[in-house]
């Protein structure tokens, strides 16, 4: 492990976030970064690598398909790779067929087993909705239901979140699912962004890239708390980690959803025909199935071996990954609590999905950090500004 003497900047997490504020620092104010990740890669949850005994890049930490409207996001990104002009579908398995998902035209006909033209869709899921729509609507089913109906949201939600969230649906809040796309024509594109695609030489590439810069010095297998009484007690910390765990849980735990993955090499050259495929009913644990090949047609692939891996959702114990915030209402205030203590700090910034409490897409987190770099980081650094108020996390 490497000095920790001369920084005046630490930044704790190489996810997007971290490594962006990095980059900037060092590339445009030239100055030294120290950044410390605990695990044993750099990239966070976007981390790609290529499987020894398949030769296929995945995403340990599941599929990840990146995505933006922000042209100013899109130009910064592709400094570090070119990108595949891959346009992500996905697919759900119910009652032994397929269908593809968000529901469309082609779901709706498909699973009624229609023809119905955009305007008679329409209307037929109005009255669906009028059939069984709770007014107003307290919970995460009576909010699904006035937005497709009870019988797409038996086949296609009400089992998969009973299987995310390991709670009935019932008692979750509405606020949850405050949105189902429908669309009443045959666009099946998961993604309506300007840009889409995957980067041609993998996630990993784009953060080696990022970070292998003069001035930034990366420390893996470094937890931040175990080192954090040699760091240079004058440098500003831009710490991207759970913001509870930064201050010793002093306001109670927040708590998070977490994934566990499961491998599986088949001896054959096609799983399932997609990219990922939903499980939406109880019958499986599992709620979808990602085959990582399909995430790069361009590339050549072994014709005798694929990788799938099914994704499993439990509640996160204290040494699991975080993925997705929970949000309950106490959830809520005790996050509101912490935001006060870290708005009142002189010398660390809290960003990324982690520090914010909130789910960020990857485009969001590049947003957030070129804008934290620019309006709190970068006055902080050149002293033409102490640390004042904070910028929108999603960006």
Not at 43 to 67: K, L, M, P, Q
Not at 155 to 171: H, L, N, S, V
Not at 208 to 229: G, K, W
């Amino acid at each position: 492990m490497g000095s920790f003497d001369g920084f005046r900047i630490i930044v704790v997490g190489s996810g997007f976030f971290g490594s962006v504020v990095a980059h900037c620092v060092a590339t445009q104010l030239g100055l030294p970064v120290l950044v410390l990740e605990k695990r044993p890669h750099i990239g966070g949850n976007a981390h790609s690598e290529v499987d020894a005994e398949t030769g296929i890049e995945y995403h340990r930490y599941g599929s990840h398909i990146f995505h933006t409207s922000n042209p100013h996001v899109w130009e910064f990104v592709r400094r570090f790779s070119d990108f595949s002009n891959y346009r992500h579908r996905a697919f759900a398995r119910q009652g032994g067929r397929m269908y593809t998902i968000p529901i469309n035209l082609m779901t709706i006909n498909n699973f009624f087993g229609a023809s119905f033209s955009p305007a008679e869709a329409r209307a037929f899921i109005e009255a669906e909705i009028g059939r069984d729509h709770v007014s107003p609507p307290d919970n995460l089913e009576d909010k699904a239901i006035s937005l497709i109906g009870r019988r797409l949201y038996d086949a296609f939600i009400r089992g998969y979140t009973m299987k995310q969230w390991e709670t009935d649906p019932r008692e979750l809040p509405p606020e949850i699912i405050a949105r189902l796309p429908v669309r009443f024509t045959y666009d099946d594109f998961y993604f309506s962004d300007t840009f889409e695609g995957l980067p041609l030489g993998g996630y990993y590439r784009i953060f080696e890239r990022m970070l292998s810069v003069p001035n930034i010095q990366v420390e893996l297998n470094c937890d931040f708390f175990q080192v954090r009484a040699e760091l240079p007690p004058d440098a500003l910390v831009v710490y991207t980690g759970p913001i509870d765990r930064y201050y010793d849980y002093r306001c109670g735990v927040l708590g998070w959803r977490t994934m566990d993955f499961e491998i599986e090499r088949p001896h054959q050259s096609d799983y399932q025909g997609a990219a990922i495929v939903n499980y939406p009913g109880l019958e499986h644990r599992f709620t979808r199935i990602h085959e990582f090949r399909h995430l790069h047609p361009e590339r050549p692939h072994r014709s005798d071996r694929t990788l799938i891996m099914r994704e499993y959702a439990r509640f996160a114990r204290e040494d699991d990954e975080p993925y997705y915030p929970i949000g309950t209402r106490e959830d809520k205030q005790r996050y509101l609590e912490y935001r006060a203590l870290a708005l009142a700090e002189t010398q660390m910034i809290v960003g990324g999905r982690l520090g914010t409490y909130r789910y960020l897409d990857m485009h969001q987190a590049i947003g957030a950090a070129l804008k934290c770099f620019s309006n709190r980081v970068a006055p902080w650094l050149m002293q033409e500004a102490p640390l004042t108020g904070e910028d929108d996390p999603i960006a």
